[in-house]
């Protein structure tokens, strides 16, 4: 038996036109959804009222993901990375407005002259996180950072990278767990082992190991059985969100069922 709540990110309907993500959320077979606030999809004031309308309806609760294209939370150059600073606080106040629970935010890449700069990125983005953090807490916004992998330029793809943002930041910053990103570093077991209680949040897909695939969870090699009863040992209590791009309603009734 687990506490953890069950729910899904929107993510896989970002190519449709916004209305028609917004006439889903009735249907998904959970109450926690996932809005993410990018391309397309980005919020303003009338699409808030949209999906608050829809909460009311249909009793949802909202986490809303920040906007991930183009933004770098450790870009060497000032104007671009104040622009995703910018950005990103619009996507706070947006999470405000929306009465969502948690804001979800992905960590900074590297660049092409990073090597020049060695740990000015690392830096650079622990700033940027002191500065959001300030932000949401005016709000009263919880927040929280994805693991990301290597392999597309991210930081933040260890736990040791955390244990080390959390030394140099001493915020008592939440972690959003992505299942498909530690696969693709290795990281599950670790992240688990060492930063269990810092764990908030859950992305839930699969993939082979080989690319970010966001298959449905039993569609790759993460073995979803051994992470429901990891989830049941440590007595974790928050989201699970389904962030697959097949499979979703299938991905949901397995891991209720697992969860169970
Ligand atoms: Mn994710």
Known sequence: MSNAKVGVS??????????????RLGTMDTQYIEILDDGTHDLDKKRIDLLKEAAKSYD?????????ADINIASPVKPLLNASL??????????????????????????????FYPGADFKTMCQSIQ???TQAEEYGINIAL?????KYWFLMNTPEEFMRMYKETN???????????????????????????KIVHIHASNNDGSEDQ?????????????????????????????ESMHKVPQSIQKLKQLLS
């Not at 929107?10 to 006439?23: A, D, I, N, S």
């Not at 996507?91 to 092409?112: C, E, I, Y």
């Not at 077991?189 to 209680?197: E, G, K, R």
């Open 10 to 23: 929107m993510l896989y309907c970002l190519g449709e036109p916004f209305t028609r993500m917004v006439k």
């Open 60 to 68: 949802l609760t909202y986490s809303l993901h920040a906007p991930f």
């Open 86 to 115: 910018k950005r990103l606080n619009q996507s706070l106040a947006n999470a405000n407005a929306l009465d969502a629970k948690m804001w979800v935010f992905h960590p900074g890449q590297r660049t092409g002259i990073g090597q």
């Open 131 to 133: 500065k959001l953090y």
């Open 146 to 150: 994805e693991n990301l992998p290597a």
């Open 171 to 197: 915020l008592p910053i939440g972690i959003t767990m992505d299942l498909g990103h530690a696969n693709l570093e290795g990281q599950i077991q670790p992240f688990f082992n060492l930063l269990a209680d």
């Open 214 to 242: 966001h298959f449905g969870v039993e569609d790759g090699n993460i073995d979803y059985v051994w992470f429901a009863e990891t989830l049941k040992k440590i007595g974790y209590d928050q989201r699970v969100i389904v």
